[in-house]
């Protein structure tokens, strides 16, 4: 932030000594010298155009640094992390989540996240879902469910889940951490 500030004042300075040399000049000398000044202005503007562009690169350097480390952070958090969208499809998983699923973690595959819930609480789950949809509440919701993976097999899952409007639609966020084994 302190460099994007430095470069903020650079650029006011770079402008402010500019623009006093162009109130110094005499309006003779203006009317005797317009390329010249028109030449000065431009290249003002070429050096500003040119430090906002290094600036601009300093900054998408910066996201893409802080993106790809948030990004490694959510893939390989050891909880997992799933939206599910309204209709209740999984849209995105991270490699906990998957593994703990036991599906892939593949962007085009986007399975319903009650298939995964035990028939047992199925009913119940969809009532908490459809709940966290439509009262629009950003409180967390905490429950246990128990689960089957992909291969069949049982296991008891802690979630909490919270509502989010990301864009125009409403998805739910969830973390789901294995509390046992049924």
């Known amino acids: 932030m302190n460099q994007q500030w430095d470069g903020i ?3 006011k300075s770079l402008r402010k000594t500019a623009e006093a040399m162009v109130a110094s000049i005499s309006p003779e000398q203006l009317k005797a010298k317009p390329a010249e000044m028109l030449l000065h202005e431009l290249l003002v503007h070429k050096i500003e155009l ?3 562009y290094d600036e601009l690169q300093r900054v998408d350097t910066a996201l893409t640094k802080a993106r790809d480390r948030y990004r490694d952070l959510y893939a390989f958090a050891p909880t997992g992390y799933l939206v599910i969208d309204s209709a209740e499809h999984i849209d995105e998983i991270n490699l906990t989540g998957a593994a703990l699923l036991g599906i892939a973690q593949e962007p085009s595959l986007k399975p319903r996240f009650s298939k995964f819930v035990a ?3 199925r009913e119940r789950w969809s009532g908490q879902f ?4 439509d009262l629009v509440t950003t409180e967390l919701l905490a429950l246990e469910l128990e689960m089957t993976r992909s291969d069949g097999s049982l296991f008891t899952a802690h979630l909490d889940c919270r509502h989010r ?3 125009d639609a409403p998805v739910l966020l969830v973390s789901i951490t294995e509390i046992g084994k049924s």
Do not use: C
């Open 9 to 11: 004042e650079r650029r």
């Open 50 to 52: 040119e430090m906002q």
């Open 119 to 121: 028939a047992a609480h």
């Open 130 to 133: 459809r709940n966290m949809m």
């Open 165 to 167: 409007e990301l864009g």
